[in-house]
């Protein structure tokens, strides 16, 4: 197994955005391969990020000359921590996405040699900053020609400098075509991200619907009222205008666009040039969004405008005259573009790892998944391998009321062992007006992204069985939400192949559920007392109606325990009923069988081989802990417990605040 420590930090998106596109493409190419992320940056190091956002303001000022050991003094504990995790990981290629880990590096590895390929990803795509290689490195990968004059005057071999693009999502790679020519009767496709500007969002959209031919779509993020408000006032606008909340497909709206309005984060820019899509950039707020917005007029990639008034302006002048202005940006995106710079960086940072020897030590980061003496395989009739799976099929993303995105929870799962999962996001009846509101308040799914809904499940869901062996499964909690307690009803739908409308009355959603080969479960179906929450008593007031149409009720969602379930002998699963990163310590499903979807959908419809468990997972992260000469001892009680609640969290994170805490002992 080739092993990958891909590090990233900073108060940007760009650094993270390359990090994750590096490593979906090195583990998309060679299945024997593991990346594994680390920010030593991050917010989960407390006191330490404090440290480090006194220390960027005097990096950033570092322009003219590379590091000196009076301005690495100042990283020291980060050196400390990397050099440890270095150590223990034994990694074959390190990849730096952050110009100061470079400089760490060639600290820790002064008197001897480095026992790893480094491979640096400049993220600076107008004018590379010095820093960049003023330490050491195997490898400097840069995202334009231009880009590589100071690093060859500086002396580094041009062997070592590789313009291959900046690694972006490895989607922009697999699609073929473009949108037709926004000429004629072709509608001129725009997509608006609304991330500055809130206030005014509505004035634009009223303007650039005065242009001709122009079709809208509006991205609105995680902001109920701003979505409520533009939905509203676009009303008579009809099919021209579609406002989504928040979309986890921005890599196909970009493709199937022939212009986005955006600000000028990192990521967005980067993105645009991918799809080849240009871009009129508005509101540059920051240095991070002045480079960006540079990049963009150096390259004539599209437009940068002062005030919100002027984006139909822009928008106007590059579809006059046959969109001529619009093909000559499009023609220089072209010569720029790399969709597939994520793989080619992908096949560099490969062939370096097999440099090395592999296999120096099994570590953490690098693994499939923690040990579990209870999920060790066992022999089942038939010789048919079976196993104790760890499972949870209740759990929300940000596509309703949850924390996480889908990706993010495919990774809190993965790293914690768990064997199948089912993302089931709240879907209301829009037949009624409670349901009318709550998806205005983007507590629900949107009627309009339930197909992108299912389609990115089913993009995390192989990515979740190459990285994790995890199957996933995609889910909808059905709301049937009534005035009173007893009049309503939350229906799970287990393993869906295909939306199925909210509308539908309870008994035709069973039936269809059924008819796709998925579970119908009954969501926590009695009085919830140990945490607040609306009750659903319906189905359980009419449970001889309903019981003979279910296939499993809910014993236990989260930290409530049904008893009345058990007593009436209902076939029942346990699941934690997952909002955000501290939920994952509940109850949870436990069923003996093979690893598979519909082994496991059989053992619940025959209430077989079913049992329930409580989450923990202090006993592994405490051994870990203590294995690294802290005084914390395993259990629920050590200090940890708290952290362990943010999102992301591996046992390598662990690993480093653990020595954090001692080098700040």
Sequence with gaps: MKKILILTGGY????????????????????NARAGILDLFADNFSGF???????????NSLMGSPFGGRQIAGFSRLQIILEKILTETQPDCVVSTNRVYGHLIKAIFHD???????????????????????????????????????????????????????????????????????????????????????????????????????????????????????????????????????????????????????????????????????????????????????????????AVVDRNREIAEAVELAFEQRAGLW?????NLKKISRPDSARRIGDIILEAAGE???????????????????REPMPAEGGHPRQMLLCDFH???????????????????????????CITDHLADPKHLLGRIIELANCTLAQDQIEEYFAVIERERQRAWRRYKMLVMTGIEFNKDGYTAKTSAH????????????????????????????LAVASHPHIMKSEWGKNTLFFWENQEKFAPLLDAWEIANRDNIFNDIGLKRLPFIANSDFHKPKHIYSWKTLIYAQKDPEAIKNCVRRNEHVAITLYRDFQSAGAHIKGHGSEISPGPAHPFQNRLHAPGITEMELSAKSHMKRVSN
């Design 49 to 59: 990020n404090t440290v480090t956002h006194r220390i960027w303001g005097g990096f």
């Design 12 to 31: 940007g998106d760009g650094h993270h955005a390359a990090a994750r596109s590096l490593r979906d493409a090195i583990e998309g190419l060679d299945e």
């Design 112 to 302: 001897r040699q480095r026992p790893f390929k480094l491979v640096t990803i400049v993220t600076d795509f107008v004018q590379v900053d010095p820093t960049w290689f003023g330490a050491p490195s195997d490898y400097f990968c840069l995202a334009a020609t231009a880009s590589a004059s100071p690093l060859i005057k500086s002396g580094i071999d041009e062997s070592q400098i590789l313009t291959l693009g900046y690694p972006v999502n490895p989607v922009y790679a697999d699609v073929n075509g473009e949108p037709a020519q926004p000429v004629g009767s072709e509608s001129c496709r725009v997509l608006f991200v609304v991330n500055t500007g809130k206030k005014k969002a509505g004035k634009t959209v009223d303007r650039l619907m005065e242009i001709e031919n122009v079709r809208l779509t509006v991205v609105a993020g995680h902001d109920p009222e701003l979505r409520a408000r533009l939905i509203e006032r676009s009303r008579d606008f009809g099919d021209r205008v579609k406002v989504l909340g928040w979309t986890n497909q921005l890599a196909e709206h970009l493709l199937s666009h022939h212009l986005v309005i955006s600000s000028a984060g990192s990521e967005t820019v980067q993105e645009a040039v991918a799809a080849r899509c240009p871009m009129i950039v508005s509101k540059v707020t920051s240095g991070e969004h002045e480079k960006n917005a540079a990049f963009i007029k150096k390259f004539n990639l599209g």
């Design 395 to 421: 759990i929300h993303s940000n596509y309703s009321d949850g924390k996480l995105s889908v990706p993010e929870i495919i990774d809190f799962y993965g790293e914690r062992g768990f064997d199948c999962i």
């Design 356 to 374: 090395k020897p592999p296999e120096r030590g099994a570590v953490h980061l690098f693994e499939d998944k923690p040990d579990r003496i209870m």
């Design 327 to 331: 093909n000559e940006w499009r023609r």
């Design 491 to 518: 229906l799970l739908g287990i393993d869906l192949k295909a939306p199925i409308s909210g509308a539908l009355d309870i008994p035709d959603l069973i039936e269809e559920i059924h008819r796709q080969g998925g």
